[in-house]
């Protein structure tokens, strides 16, 4: 059974750069099927996409995030991670990682995307 | 702001079928996913494709489209069904992925 578990500081301070990392386990986060995402959730409100990322390094990301993200994966370790700079209280939310999985057609073209398995969330507060 | 837009929130009677609808411009291009949120818990993908559920979701859920309106349907709802509800799919670009903003689903 796959399982994802995000770790992290728990509380940046603002202007700093916040780190979380994701640890896979159960599955190869080098099968090249899937994309690894990172999503979060304000307290109180609904889900945010922060981006994606490929085994090969391939990723997409949110632009209302203003280029503030960087993600990696080490696949040495089963990880991907996750790093946002310039963290305000704005950013203070439960950050999730998840698996994403996407259908095409025949064509090439993309006609579903879903986050199958998500780790349980870390909480990540911004405040001095 | 979203790309789809979801009713804040929705109430049914223990028992009875409730339809939570999902809508935006890329629906008619993108099929819908669905996911049940718990207080405390990681959201938890209920449906997906044109109507597929994950292992262990009860067959009372279920997907539908139209036009660009997705809906997931819960048929005979349970206490247990009471969370909040949200939609994703790509956005208008096709490179982006977009949630709903969330329906909140009381069973009465």
């Known amino acids: 059974q796959l399982q994802l578990q995000e770790s992290g500081p728990g509380l940046v301070k603002p202007s700093e750069t916040l780190s979380l990392t994701c640890t896979v386990s159960g599955d190869s986060i080098s099968r090249s099927l899937y994309y690894w995402a990172w999503i979060r959730q304000p307290p109180g409100k609904g889900l945010e996409w922060i981006g994606s990322i490929h085994y090969t390094g391939r990723t997409s990301d949110n632009p209302s995030l203003k280029s503030r993200v960087i993600m990696s994966v080490d696949t040495s370790k089963n990880q991907f991670s996750l790093k946002m700079s310039s963290v305000t209280a704005a950013d203070t939310a439960v950050y999730y990682c998840?698996?994403?999985?996407?259908?095409?057609?025949?064509?090439?073209?993309?006609?579903?995307?879903?986050?199958?398995?998500w780790g349980q969330g870390t909480l990540l507060t911004v405040s001095s | 702001s979203s790309e789809l837009t979801q009713d804040p929130a929705v109430s049914v009677a223990l028992g009875q079928t409730v339809r939570i609808t999902c809508q935006g411009d890329t629906l008619g291009s993108y099929y819908a996913s669905w996911y049940q949120q718990k207080p405390g818990q990681a959201p938890v993908l209920v449906v997906y494709g044109k109507n597929n559920r994950p292992s262990g979701i009860s067959d009372r859920f279920s997907g539908s489209t139209s036009g660009n309106t997705a809906s997931l349907t819960i048929t005979g709802a349970q206490a247990e069904d009471e969370a909040d509800y949200y939609c994703n799919s790509r956005d208008s670009s096709g490179d982006l992925v977009v949630f709903g903003g969330g329906t909140k689903v009381t069973v009465l």
């Open positions: 998840a698996r994403e999985q996407e259908d095409f057609y025949g064509s090439g073209t993309s006609y579903n995307l879903y986050f199958d398995y």
